[in-house]
């Protein structure tokens, strides 16, 4: 039982970080109202394509005419998320069916909870129009299904039964760890809004933003959750100055996150124990791939690719935290090959 629960998980995680890079890309495409409905599109499981399916598609939301490739690419985000639902489930299942002890049932039921609220906000991302909270709402419950999954293929692939403590003189990363988790979570909700604001090009220069460091706009302005409801958001409602400010905090708080990992990291390398160092390695390797990537968003101009690699890139710096999260508080891993 352990076996399949931990090879079936390991399939739900690799699906479900495929399903966050593809919500990624369909946000970022301007796909997300691709189907201005839930859970079908203008009405059908799939997307109408003959021609009296899309003339009573376009007449009954005569605001948006079906543009096929938007759609579709909204439909297949969605049956990716039923198949990961699905899959979540499966695990449940087998969690409460194993009677060793030995499967996390109550990290299992939790994210089945997660992925039912996560249903609830993506219904709500179509029907509000794409409102900026509820999208990085959307955003950061992905990436806690993701965080969960994770930590769940980390503990059944480690023994359970005799879990290696870490050394008396690294006891200081265990509250560096949970700092790093909880300022690389402000940092993911910092560039979701930027990003469902419309704010990523608010800066064209760098490091400076219009050749200034000061915010542009008032912070209670730019960082306004709430504007409503019969809105449609997409392009963004904020003025110039307020999405600057979104996209310089956002710049600052990666700075601050990149100093906590590298001072992190050092001490990781102080201590010379090779799982230490690897996990050095692994988060300086993510933090410097997720910072040249948000570099090259600026000179580029924000290409969809790259755009997408960022989002990529955020939530593989996840997994590295939750890594050195779990060893620091539960030990090292086995290596590969060991049960």
Same mark, same amino acid.
């Given at each position: 039982?352990?076996?399949?629960?931990?090879?079936?998980?390991?399939?739900?995680?690799?699906?479900?970080?495929?399903?966050?890079?593809?919500?990624?890309?369909?946000?970022?495409?301007?796909?997300?109202?691709?189907?201005?409905?839930? /859970?079908?599109?203008?009405?059908?499981?799939?997307?109408?394509?003959?021609?009296?399916?899309?003339?009573?598609? %376009?007449?009954?939301?005569?605001?948006?005419?079906? %543009?096929?490739?938007?759609?579709?690419?909204?439909?297949?985000?969605?049956?990716?998320?039923?198949?990961?639902?699905?899959?979540?489930?499966?695990?449940?299942?087998?969690?409460?069916?194993?009677?060793?002890?030995?499967?996390?049932?109550?990290?299992?039921?939790?994210?089945?909870?997660?992925?039912?609220?996560?249903?609830?906000?993506?219904?709500?991302?179509?029907?509000?129009?794409?409102?900026?909270?509820?999208?990085?709402?959307?955003?950061?419950?992905?990436?806690?299904?993701?965080?969960?999954?994770?930590?769940?293929?980390?503990?059944?692939?480690?023994?359970?039964?005799?879990?290696?403590?870490? /050394?008396?003189?690294?006891?200081?990363?265990?509250?560096?760890?949970?700092?790093?988790?909880?300022?690389?979570?402000?940092?993911?909700?910092?560039?979701?809004?930027?990003?469902?604001?419309?704010?990523?090009?608010?800066?064209?220069?760098?490091?400076?933003?219009?050749?200034?460091?000061?915010?542009?706009?008032?912070?209670?302005?730019?960082?306004?959750?709430?504007?409503?409801?019969?809105?449609?958001?997409?392009?963004?409602?904020?003025?110039?100055?307020?999405?600057?400010?979104?996209?310089?905090?956002?710049?600052?708080?990666?700075?601050?996150?990149?100093?906590?990992?590298?001072?992190?990291?050092?001490?990781?390398?102080?201590?010379?124990?090779?799982?230490?160092?690897?996990?050095?390695?692994?988060?300086?390797?993510?933090?410097?791939?997720?910072?040249?990537?948000?570099?090259?968003?600026?000179?580029?101009?924000?290409?969809?690719?790259?755009?997408?690699?960022?989002?990529?890139?955020?939530?593989?710096?996840?997994?590295?935290?939750?890594?050195?999260?779990?060893?620091?508080?539960?030990?090292?891993?086995?290596?590969?090959?060991?049960?």
């Amino acid at each position: 039982m352990l076996q399949t629960f931990h090879r079936l998980n390991l399939l739900t995680l690799v699906l479900t970080f495929c399903l966050i890079v593809l919500g990624a890309y369909v946000r970022l495409s301007h796909a997300g109202l691709g189907c201005p409905d839930w /859970p079908g599109c203008y009405g059908h499981i799939g997307v109408p394509d003959a021609d009296h399916e899309v003339a009573a598609a %376009e007449a009954a939301y005569p605001e948006r005419p079906v %543009e096929a490739p938007k759609a579709w690419k909204e439909m297949v985000h969605r049956y990716l998320a039923g198949i990961v639902g699905l899959l979540i489930g499966a695990l449940a299942v087998l969690a409460w069916r194993d009677r060793s002890g030995r499967l996390p049932r109550s990290l299992a039921t939790a994210t089945v909870g997660v992925v039912l609220m996560q249903i609830v906000f993506g219904a709500l991302t179509v029907t509000w129009k794409v409102k900026p909270i509820i999208v990085t709402t959307h955003l950061l419950l992905g990436l806690t299904t993701l965080s969960l999954v994770f930590w769940m293929w980390l503990g059944t692939r480690a023994p359970s039964d005799q879990p290696q403590a870490a /050394p008396l003189r690294a006891a200081l990363l265990k509250p560096l760890s949970i700092a790093a988790l909880l300022l690389l979570c402000c940092q993911i909700f910092l560039g979701g809004w930027t990003s469902t604001n419309y704010a990523a090009l608010a800066c064209p220069d760098f490091p400076a933003c219009h050749g200034s460091f000061a915010p542009k706009g008032e912070l209670g302005v730019a960082f306004k959750l709430w504007h409503g409801l019969g809105i449609d958001y997409e392009g963004g409602i904020l003025d110039v100055a307020a999405r600057a400010t979104i996209h310089l905090v956002h710049r600052y708080g990666a700075l601050v996150l990149s100093l906590v990992l590298i001072g992190i990291a050092a001490y990781l390398l102080s201590l010379k124990r090779a799982p230490y160092r690897q996990l050095a390695l692994v988060l300086l390797g993510a933090l410097a791939l997720q910072v040249l990537i948000g570099i090259g968003l600026i000179h580029l101009q924000l290409p969809l690719w790259l755009a997408d690699a960022h989002n990529a890139g955020a939530a593989l710096l996840l997994l590295a935290v939750l890594a050195l999260n779990y060893t620091v508080w539960h030990g090292a891993p086995p290596r590969p090959g060991q049960s």
